[in-house]
């Protein structure tokens, strides 16, 4: 039972992440029925009084916490303060967006990564390839993305400028979110590969007779995917974050849109559902790359 | 980006006319901020209707924005915005890093431990998720913009710092000033600060790039100071309506954040291959 303390690892962190939120909803200064209403409410006290009852904010403090843990169990998050709506409902409606801009924006980074390191092995494609990487890791997400609109949507109007509909509004989302992130990869697997191609197995499998094609699929490209796994985490992190900007520049419904509203908004159930929500992705991930290692690596299987 | 990302990065070697150049453009932005008269006579704040969308050209080298601002005037007066973003985030999470670091280093095990696993979780995420999330607890200002980055920008230098608190406690110098009878305090400062002082500065310069890319993305998604204040990502963003006749609004606040921060990258990957040359 390798995976036993890891998998406590991951509901501490969860049941850690669910007490913040509690927590944050509960410090935070401000009314909670006060936001709800609006500023130039005209509801009285009574109704006042009444929706406090029904959102539970008259029990005791440690009542309200374990009524938040069982209910987030049940992925209820309570009730959003300026849409009136479950946050549940909320996230639910606008997530396939934003997995369809995420799910190709990963899809797409792999594919330049892999590109990149495959054919950047002379010392000129090295250099050229460092020199673009900086160059994409460096620049912000909302600024290719200005510059892919001005050029694509603006002059040679191939693509819509805003909007969610289809697969044309998705291309220059994607490819904005996902140029760092491919830069990033491009970096971790050049690297990988280098580093694979020093050790001496390599020798040993061109001497067995296999061809270059077959050396990298089946053995160096192996190797370089370590390293690149151990970033998963933080890759998912770059295209939450990411998100929120893109679907924010190019008018995207999704995820980061309703994050972006609900944190201008002080919809503080909405933000803190997020956040768990953040987390637990988190933790998946992590424990996916934990399952993933020995598949990877036949040396870890027998190690510990 | 995280330590991690440095370690196992490919090690591109700078040539040193890149990191001249790069030491270059940091001196004329630290000149900008703080001289931003001697770069424009212009004010990056005066709308001048007639002069709208004005092209770059003699008189407007960026060009105008939609009020008729002066762009290369707004990018100037900029620099001070971002740079005290970038160097107010980075100085006090360094020192709040070492801190914590020295403390974690040196503190009992179990202390150590946890606070280990809650700087992972924190490492394995990118500055600007965490920022985000710490701006949706305090709420957008410039005030809480600058507090996020600060916040999202610590691990890094916790974790950097207790891996060399730990290198040097129990190193002989270090059991020689104990055995001396010199204060705790006056150890760690003499002896154990120093020795993970290389390392921190490289990671800062890198840092320094890594906040202002933040700040000005918190700024871009406007939950940070207001228009018509010439913060790049601002700018940005309030270009948006320009774009389809004016591609220059889009151009240059990005190329002052990119140029920066390729700067500050270029900058801390060349003092990082000094010292580990030392070090060999």
Known sequence: ?304 | MTTQALETRTRLRIPPVAAIVAGAVLLLLVAAAFLPGWFTPLDPLATDTKASELPPGPGHPFGTDRLGRDIYARVVHGASISLSFGFTATVVAVVTGTVIGLASGLAPRWVDNVVQRLLEILLALPELLIALVIIAMLGAGTVNLVIAITIAAVPVYARIVRAGTLQVRQAAFVEAAVALGQRRGAIVVRRILPNVIGPLLVLATIGVGTAIIAGSGLSFLGLGPASPTPEWGLMLSDGRGSLATAWWVAVFPGLAITATVISTTVLGRWLQARFEGREA
């Open chain 1, 1 to 304: 039972m390798r995976y036993l303390p890891r998998l406590v690892g991951a509901l501490v962190v969860l049941w850690g992440a669910a007490t913040l939120a509690f927590l944050v909803l509960k410090l935070v200064p401000g009314d909670p029925v006060a936001i709800m209403l609006g500023a130039q409410t005209q509801a009285s006290d009574a109704v006042k009084a009444r929706i406090r009852e029904d959102l539970g904010l008259d029990r005791p403090p440690f009542e309200q916490y374990f009524g938040y843990l069982g209910r987030i169990l049940l992925l209820d998050f309570g009730t959003s303060y300026r849409l009136q709506r479950p946050v549940s409902d909320v996230i639910g409606a606008q997530l396939p967006s934003t997995l369809a801009l995420t799910g190709a924006a990963i899809v797409l980074a792999l594919l330049i990564a892999l590109v990149i390191a495959i054919t950047a092995r002379g010392r000129v494609s090295r250099a050229v390839a460092s020199v673009l990487e900086l160059l994409v890791i460096s620049s912000p997400g909302f600024w290719t993305g200005l510059l892919l609109l001005t050029l694509f949507s603006f002059q040679l109007h191939w693509f819509p400028v805003s909007g969610g509909q289809g697969l044309a509004a998705l291309v220059l989302p994607a490819i904005t979110l996902a140029l760092p992130i491919a830069g990033l990869l491009s970096q971790l697997l050049r690297h990988g590969l280098d580093s694979a191609n020093a050790q001496p197995f390599v020798t040993s499998v061109l001497a067995r007779g296999l061809g270059p094609v077959q050396l990298l699929a089946r053995h160096t490209l192996r190797h370089a995917a370590l390293p690149a796994t151990t970033f998963a985490a933080y890759i998912v992190g770059a295209l939450l974050g990411g998100a929120v900007i893109v679907e924010q520049l190019f008018g995207r419904p999704g995820i980061g849109r309703v994050a972006l509203e609900a944190i201008t908004n002080r919809d503080l159930p909405v933000v803190m559902a997020l956040v768990f929500l953040a987390a637990a992705v988190f933790v998946v991930i992590n424990l996916i790359v934990d399952a993933l290692y020995p598949l990877l690596d036949p040396r870890l299987r027998s190690a510990r």
